[in-house]
């Protein structure tokens, strides 16, 4: 089974509008973390944002946040005030468990095109 | 800023040749990870390193696949024979705790994209 399932493989958005991109996982853990990148086109993975399973408030970095709701097992990225930039692959990732040698998970990704 | 350095950026190859590719982590980061990933789809992750050790290599295709960090600082992912399939991005990847719980963020390289033709 898919630990991680983002269900949207394509979305469009226009520029300075807000976009939610999909992401729900599969652990039977208590403690884990979730995590956003965005993959541009060059390739490079770059860190968005972070959801302890823990924490009680949503995370926000800046234009992101991360929608979390636990008892539905989603952790839905919203990307406020779209910009051009924000075109490239978008990849929600799980950790699981405590301190030790686990494999960190990563969803199929979605792309998001945001057009003028 | 610092980052992940990996060489080369673009490798062509063909089948049954060898080939080997380097990466450097953010100086100070204890674990080092390779994935691979295919087009379409999200990392995978090949290996797992904690200074120089092997963590966690279940993933790899041993049969072709070997990976070392000897000094535990930088690291070299080789395959022999590259076969079709082989084709992806390999990502190499630092975290700064040689124990990385499940808060520990990676910080990725710019990747090498493989083709093998």
């Known amino acids: 089974a898919q630990k991680i399932t983002q269900t949207q493989p394509g979305m469009f958005v226009q520029e300075k509008e807000a976009v939610t991109l999909d992401c729900t996982y599969d652990t039977s853990d208590q403690s884990y973390g979730l995590f956003w990148y965005k993959q541009p086109s060059s390739g490079e993975m770059i860190f968005l944002i972070y959801q302890g399973s823990y924490d009680e408030q949503n995370a926000t970095e800046g234009r992101y946040s991360l929608n979390f709701q636990k008892a539905r097992k989603s952790a839905n990225l919203v990307i406020s005030a779209s910009q051009l930039g924000d075109s490239a692959m978008y990849f929600c990732a799980m950790r699981e468990g405590g301190r030790g040698s686990y494999i960190p998970t990563f969803g199929r990704g979605t792309s998001l095109i945001v057009h003028p | 800023e610092a980052e992940v350095a990996q060489s080369p950026r673009y490798k062509i190859t063909e089948k049954s040749q060898a080939v080997a590719f380097w990466c450097d982590p953010i100086?100070?980061?204890?674990?080092l990870y390779w994935y691979r990933q295919i087009l379409g789809q999200g990392p995978e992750l090949l290996v797992q390193f904690q200074d120089e050790s092997v963590v966690d290599d279940s993933q790899l295709p041993k049969d072709r696949f070997s990976a070392e960090r000897l000094k535990g600082v930088d690291s070299t992912l080789k395959i022999q024979p590259a076969e079709l399939g082989d084709s992806a991005m390999y990502l190499c990847?630092?975290?700064?705790?040689?124990?990385?719980?499940?808060?520990?963020?990676?910080?990725f390289g710019p990747g090498t994209r493989l083709l093998v033709l």
């Open positions: 990847a630092s975290s700064f705790s040689p124990e990385p719980d499940n808060q520990e963020t990676q910080y």
């Open positions: 100086s100070g980061h204890a674990t």
